[in-house]
């Protein structure tokens, strides 16, 4: 089993609709959840970083973190799309240094 | 400001053969790691480097190598390619090493590798 699991998708919405994008996680000292976006033959960018559970909302993105339910979301509020990409759920324990656990991502396309 | 800087931007290499990509972190940043993202998956940690000393390796065999230079720059070196080697190597930078605190990393462009 993965430590992190996300179902690559492809999710293809209309543009203006609400994307939720999930993944769960079986290591129960992972504390920082992280969110990258990543273009095509691109390197990551990072969206959202949460420490420990609760919400987060920049803009139209929302990160919710779940420990008891080991679950992490990303809500897009009116998509476009630009935000069209691949989006990959991240996090670490307290301790492990720069030791980032990466899903696979999900691909997202926003259609016009 | 400039960001992460990787190169090459692309590489083909045989079965074999030795690799050496190169990275150069944001100004100021003293942490450097690599990872390696195989088509439809997300990055693999292979090595984190804080000055100049090995931080943290991840599940890679021996065939891969790092070192980290005075000016924080850091190099990625792969003996014996595989062709299963073949993926988009990613370096992140980063303020401090990341023990319990919340460090955020930047990622480069990536290099990506082809062995045929």
């Known amino acids: 089993q993965k430590e992190v699991e996300q179902d690559p998708g492809p999710l293809s919405v209309p543009e203006g609709a609400i994307v939720s994008l999930n993944c769960t996680y079986s290591n129960s000292a992972f504390q920082y959840f992280m969110w990258y976006r990543q273009y095509s033959r691109k390197g990551p960018e990072l969206l959202m970083y949460?420490?420990?559970?609760g919400n987060k909302e920049d803009g139209r993105f929302t990160a919710q973190v779940d420990k008891s339910s080991k679950y992490i979301s990303l809500f897009i509020r009116d998509s476009q799309p630009s935000d069209s990409a691949t989006y990959l759920c991240a996090m670490r324990t307290y301790s492990s240094a720069s030791k980032i656990i990466f899903g696979s991502g999900t691909r997202l396309s926003i259609r016009p | 400001d400039a960001g992460v800087t990787q190169s090459p931007t692309h590489l083909i290499k045989t079965r074999g053969q030795h690799v050496t990509l190169r990275c150069s972190p944001i100004s100021g940043h003293k942490s450097v790691s690599w990872y390696q993202q195989v088509l439809g998956q997300g990055p693999q940690f292979i090595f984190q480097?804080?000055?100049?000393?090995?931080?943290g390796r991840g599940n890679f065999p021996d065939r891969f190598s790092a070192r980290q230079f005075p000016n924080y720059s850091s190099e990625l070196n792969v003996n014996a390619l595989l062709l299963g080697d073949s993926a988009l190597y990613l370096c992140?930078?980063?303020?401090?090493?990341?023990?319990?605190?919340?460090?955020?990393?930047?990622f480069g462009p990536g290099t990506r590798l082809t062995v045929l």
């Open positions: 480097y804080y000055e100049k000393e090995e931080r």
């Open positions: 992140a930078s980063s303020l401090l090493t990341g023990d319990g605190v919340a460090d955020t990393q930047y």
């Open positions: 949460t420490y420990s559970s």
